[in-house]
């Protein structure tokens, strides 16, 4: 049983910075990527961070040059470093793993708010 945990999440005031962990324990194997995606009531789940096993990263403009991603093999684990935050950045944020074949497993989010 594949289960990804995240954690980090929490309140800040604009401009500050937060670090999102996600750990994965169970068994993976071939892992084509992991991403950080987020949420908000009422809109669909977007993209804000990628890495892929070859060590390409993509960020869409909405977060380049503020959030960075980054992760640990050895650990299964990956990281999201949120710095200069705004209030737009307020959501629920959720890790993901894609396994080649296409099997994709998800953690249950932890909460970023941002306060201005």
């Known amino acids: 049983q594949v289960q990804l945990v995240e954690s980090g999440g929490g309140l800040v005031q604009a401009g500050g910075s937060l670090r999102l962990s996600c750990a994965a324990s169970g068994i993976l194997f071939d892992i084509n990527a992991m991403g950080w995606y987020r949420q908000t009531p009422g809109k669909q789940r977007e993209l804000v961070a990628a890495?892929?096993?070859?060590?390409?990263?993509h960020y869409p403009d909405s977060v380049k040059g503020r959030f960075t991603i980054s992760r640990d093999n050895a650990k299964n684990t990956v990281y999201l470093q949120m710095n200069n935050l705004k209030p737009e950045d307020t959501a629920n944020y959720y890790c993901?793993?894609?396994?080649?074949?296409?099997?994709?497993?998800w953690g249950k989010g932890t909460l970023v708010t941002v306060s201005s």
């Open positions: 993901n793993f894609n396994l080649a074949g296409g099997m994709n497993y």
């Open positions: 890495i892929w096993s070859g060590g390409f990263k």
